[in-house]
């Protein structure tokens, strides 16, 4: 089966062609416009300029995405682009899209949800992942522990009550005028860093549930930089190497116990802070070191932030049990929860 994925939700217009068989997938292309450096002006993403971003690009993105996978447009199978949650204004770009295409080719269409795209990247290279699968997904919006019996099947375990792993890595990296969007900026700043110098706190951490919170950890850093350095010569290296530490900490304390107490069999990552280096290998290790006969699988560095990819392999595992979206039915939801 050929899919085209269609990814507009935030701030990258992106178009990917997959090959799936068997559950075996194939990226044949994997196009990304990224508008980083439009939006790191203004520290964020401004969504009117995102709109007009995606207007510009979507049509460039799709073409070199069907050029560079040599696929004519007879032999897509079926659309697959991200209706919720995200922007609403950058979603319609992407569904509006998929949607004339679908017109035009007389294809099938599958509107998809973000989270699932993330969650999804993980059975790239990996067709062999055990249910019962624990996922700690952790991106812009959102920081959850979901529970997976079988395909798209998801049960809730834990959440953020406040800011979301990722959302924290930004405002530090605002707090500390490194640039956006801020959890690369402080994995690499953290490299050079010491990850004891500072004693953060490790919100939840002891908590008997699976619930996390980050916006007192980010608290924390600002009242270090404002009470004992003032804002001035504040050693970013060693704050940014003991933040990274505190918030993997807690992602990874909280993960190890939610795979004991519901004994999956694998454990996954999602979402754009599943790029953090740190994170990865620390929780490979402990879940090497403390959970035996438990599996890990986590994405590769492109399949982590928000790609094509992602939605077109969700798209091929919802079109194999034969769930489209009608063409009617297919208008963004900027609030859509998978849960
Ligand atoms: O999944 P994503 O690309 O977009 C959303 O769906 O939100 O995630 C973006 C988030 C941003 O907060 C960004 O700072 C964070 O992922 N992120 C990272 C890293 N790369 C991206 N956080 C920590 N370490 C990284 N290397
Ligand atoms: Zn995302």
Same mark, same amino acid.
């Given at each position: 089966m050929i899919v085209l994925g269609i990814?507009?939700?935030c701030d990258e217009t992106a178009a990917s062609i997959i090959k799936g068989e068997r559950g075996k997938i194939k990226i044949l292309s994997h196009i990304i416009a990224s508008q980083i450096k439009t939006h790191s002006l203004y520290g964020g993403v401004v969504p009117e300029v995102a709109a007009r971003q995606h207007v510009l690009n979507i049509v460039p993105v799709i073409d070199v995405a069907l050029r560079q996978a040599k696929i004519k447009p007879a032999k897509i199978d079926v659309i697959s682009v991200t209706r919720g949650p995200g922007l609403i204004t950058s979603l319609r770009v992407g569904t509006q899209a998929a949607k004339t295409l679908a017109y035009l080719w007389d294809k099938k269409l599958v509107g998809l949800n973000h989270m699932e795209g993330h969650i999804y990247a993980n059975w790239y290279n990996n067709p062999q992942i055990? /249910?019962?699968v624990l996922c700690l997904v952790?991106? %812009? %919006?959102?920081?959850e522990l979901i529970l997976m019996k079988k395909h798209n099947n998801y049960k809730l375990i834990g959440r953020t009550r406040d800011d979301a792993a990722g959302e924290a890595f930004d405002k530090v990296a605002k707090l500390l005028s490194l640039g956006y969007p801020g959890g690369p900026k402080v994995q690499a700043m953290a490299e050079k860093g010491n990850p004891t110098a500072f004693d953060f706190p490790r919100p939840m951490i002891n908590y008997k549930n699976f619930d996390f919170s /980050?916006? %007192?950890?980010?608290t924390s850093v600002l009242y270090l930089l404002k009470k004992e350095f003032n804002?001035?010569?504040a050693p970013v290296a060693d704050i940014c190497a003991? /933040?990274?530490q505190a918030v993997t900490d807690v992602l990874i304390s909280k993960t190890?116990?939610?795979?004991?107490t519901f004994r999956v069999k694998n454990v996954l990552l999602a979402g754009g802070v599943a790029a953090n280096g740190p994170l990865r290998e620390k929780l490979g290790e402990e879940i090497k070191n403390n959970l035996p006969g438990v599996g890990y699988y986590f994405p590769p560095l492109k399949l982590c932030t928000d790609n094509a990819a992602m939605i077109a392999i969700a798209g091929y595992f919802q079109a194999q049990k034969k769930n489209f979206t009608t063409w009617k039915k297919l208008e963004p939801d900027p609030n859509w929860e998978l849960i």
């Amino acid at each position: 089966m050929i899919v085209l994925g269609i990814e507009t939700s935030c701030d990258e217009t992106a178009a990917s062609i997959i090959k799936g068989e068997r559950g075996k997938i194939k990226i044949l292309s994997h196009i990304i416009a990224s508008q980083i450096k439009t939006h790191s002006l203004y520290g964020g993403v401004v969504p009117e300029v995102a709109a007009r971003q995606h207007v510009l690009n979507i049509v460039p993105v799709i073409d070199v995405a069907l050029r560079q996978a040599k696929i004519k447009p007879a032999k897509i199978d079926v659309i697959s682009v991200t209706r919720g949650p995200g922007l609403i204004t950058s979603l319609r770009v992407g569904t509006q899209a998929a949607k004339t295409l679908a017109y035009l080719w007389d294809k099938k269409l599958v509107g998809l949800n973000h989270m699932e795209g993330h969650i999804y990247a993980n059975w790239y290279n990996n067709p062999q992942i055990k /249910f019962p699968v624990l996922c700690l997904v952790v991106s %812009g %919006g959102h920081t959850e522990l979901i529970l997976m019996k079988k395909h798209n099947n998801y049960k809730l375990i834990g959440r953020t009550r406040d800011d979301a792993a990722g959302e924290a890595f930004d405002k530090v990296a605002k707090l500390l005028s490194l640039g956006y969007p801020g959890g690369p900026k402080v994995q690499a700043m953290a490299e050079k860093g010491n990850p004891t110098a500072f004693d953060f706190p490790r919100p939840m951490i002891n908590y008997k549930n699976f619930d996390f919170s /980050f916006s %007192g950890l980010k608290t924390s850093v600002l009242y270090l930089l404002k009470k004992e350095f003032n804002n001035k010569k504040a050693p970013v290296a060693d704050i940014c190497a003991s /933040f990274q530490q505190a918030v993997t900490d807690v992602l990874i304390s909280k993960t190890l116990a939610a795979a004991k107490t519901f004994r999956v069999k694998n454990v996954l990552l999602a979402g754009g802070v599943a790029a953090n280096g740190p994170l990865r290998e620390k929780l490979g290790e402990e879940i090497k070191n403390n959970l035996p006969g438990v599996g890990y699988y986590f994405p590769p560095l492109k399949l982590c932030t928000d790609n094509a990819a992602m939605i077109a392999i969700a798209g091929y595992f919802q079109a194999q049990k034969k769930n489209f979206t009608t063409w009617k039915k297919l208008e963004p939801d900027p609030n859509w929860e998978l849960i």
